[in-house]
């Protein structure tokens, strides 16, 4: 814990003023040290201050004359400690004007004591909220932290620390000057937040019963969702895609505790709005545009390392359309996330880690004309689908624990009457496949290590013979047995199956695994 300290030396006074600041998904505190003293009047700002921090003394000073407050004729100086690491955002202007205040004699030094402010000042003196309210909380949680009323409900999801409010910079003097109360905590705006609101029932999402026909790519996204395996789509236009992949967050359960906290960490960093009730608990759903860059998809920047889409997805849905449009380089990058469900972004000034659990869903059209290949219909040629195919590399495509070829639903499914089954029937199949992982151990079968398989999904003899045809075939790797041993152990939980997977099992999630030659030229074993 950063005390607010305040020391005399020689006439001047020293003001240090706790605040945070954000590293990656992390808060980190800083201390804001303001020390006023006699000689030409000027501003600076010292210990490694990126250019948003800079301009603060233009904020500060404007929203401290807007407010009625004399700004002091002398020579200020902000240094922000530790001094050895880089500081950002617009978040240190209410501690820097707190300290200028407390140093220049407008506020007594005992009215900052065991206190902490993060904020944004407005020229006009207003209070603004910052992104990552609740990872700054979560750094101060041992203060008593003032933030702006709209961050108020983002600190408040850190139980243990204790919140104030302040919409104006006037009315914070006031009340840490004692002329105004606080107030209770969650009842009136008077100094303090009001209660979160509840957080709504669980929204409509796309209903599966929408899909017409598509039997094996529903199956298909049932065992994703029960296993939190990869699912690659390969079909021509307006096959339903799209709109089988909408429909997955649907059939997943809500976000544990842990994982809410850890995804409305991310977004809070983010800058992105969270739900009503402050905290994330439905997966999220996320799907770039194929023009998105590295720095976009992975995360990271020059002077704010920023959560990047596969963390905004964390806990959720990470859906690449024209999965084939995107640059290799982006694509490429995906493959260590994927494994290890967390991304290292390393650059110059630093470095820190976003976690990264996400279950992928690709799409793309099995050639650049869309038709695949189709007698009469295709019109590329064999070096245009070969091109195409190179686009992405084996490894990655080695990810994806089930690829299927998605048609055209017929005539007779298009108008006939739906008779699948909604979203509501599968996601209940889903959880109970799920409770029985969480039995075994692990989140979902998709996590579960090699060394684990032989015990937690062991093959009868049938099963295990028609593996083995398939490793000395040649079709069958050894990280391709893997992802079909643990898509055989989601299947057998979903159909109800005891400990022992069966040969149906065993076929069903080659099936599920992909044909051969999906892509021209390509294929995934």
Avoid at 280 to 308: D, K, L, Q
Wanted: aromatic share 2%.
């Amino acid at each position: 814990m950063i005390p607010a300290l305040t020391v005399p030396i020689g006439g001047t006074v020293i003001a240090a003023i706790p605040s945070a600041v954000l590293v990656g998904v992390d808060g980190t505190q800083v201390s804001v040290e303001v020390h006023v003293s006699n000689g030409l009047p000027g501003f600076t700002v010292v210990g490694l201050p990126d250019a948003a921090v800079r301009e603060s003394r233009d904020r500060v000073r404007a929203a401290l004359l807007s407010s009625g407050l004399q700004w002091p004729l002398r020579r200020v100086t902000v240094n922000l400690a530790p001094s050895g690491m880089r500081k950002g955002g617009a978040g240190l202007d209410l501690p820097i004007a707190v300290g200028v205040l407390v140093a220049s004699g407008v506020l007594p030094p005992r009215s900052v004591e065991g206190m902490a402010f993060v904020g944004e000042l407005g020229l006009d003196g207003s209070l603004r909220g910052v992104p990552g309210a609740v990872v700054l909380a979560e750094a101060l949680r041992r203060h008593r932290l003032v933030v702006p009323e709209e961050s108020a409900h983002e600190a408040s999801l850190v139980g243990e620390c204790d919140i104030r409010v302040a919409a104006t910079l006037a009315g914070l003097v006031d009340r840490l000057s004692g002329r105004r109360p606080w107030g209770e905590v969650g009842t009136t705006p008077d100094g303090s937040f009001r209660a979160a609101p509840e957080p709504p029932g669980r929204p409509h999402a796309a209903d599966l019963a929408d899909i017409r026909g598509q039997r094996l790519a529903r199956r298909a996204l049932e065992v994703v969702a029960a296993g939190g395996h990869h699912l690659l789509l390969v079909g021509p236009p307006g096959s339903g895609k799209t709109m089988l992949a909408n429909r997955l967050p649907g059939l997943l359960p809500g976000l544990d505790r842990s994982t809410a906290l850890e995804a409305t960490r991310i977004h809070s960093v983010a800058g992105l709005p969270l739900p009503p009730g402050g905290l994330i608990e439905e997966p999220p759903f996320r799907a770039p545009h194929h023009g998105a860059s590295p720095v976009a998809m992975i995360g990271g920047g020059t002077t704010w390392m920023r959560p990047g889409e596969i963390s905004l997805a964390h806990g959720g849905v990470l859906f690449l359309d024209e999965l084939g449009e995107f640059p290799a380089v982006v694509l490429d990058a995906l493959r260590q996330p994927l494994e290890d469900g967390q991304v290292r972004v390393s650059r110059a000034r630093g470095s820190t880690s976003f976690p990264a659990r996400f279950i992928l869903v690709g799409a793309m059209n099995p050639c650049p004309c869309g038709e695949g290949g189709a007698p009469g219909a295709c019109r590329c040629s064999s070096a245009a689908q070969e091109r195409y195919a190179r686009r992405l590399s084996a490894p990655f495509l080695d990810r994806f624990d089930i690829a299927i070829r998605v048609d055209r639903p017929l005539a007779h499914e298009l108008f006939g009457r739906p008779s699948a089954e909604g979203s509501a029937t599968v996601a209940s199949r889903v959880a109970g496949a799920r409770e029985r992982a969480a039995e075994r151990g692990v989140r979902v079968n998709a996590d579960m290590a090699g060394p684990r398989l032989a015990d937690d999904a062991p093959l009868s003899r049938g099963a295990a013979a028609i593996v083995e045809r398939q490793i000395r075939s040649g079709t069958l790797s050894a990280r391709g047995l893997h992802r079909v041993h643990r898509l055989s152990r989601t299947i057998a939980d979903l159909d109800g199956a005891g400990e022992v997977i069966g040969e149906t099992h065993v076929r069903e999630a080659l099936l599920l695994r992909g044909q051969r030659r999906l892509l021209p030229g390509g294929g995934l074993r």
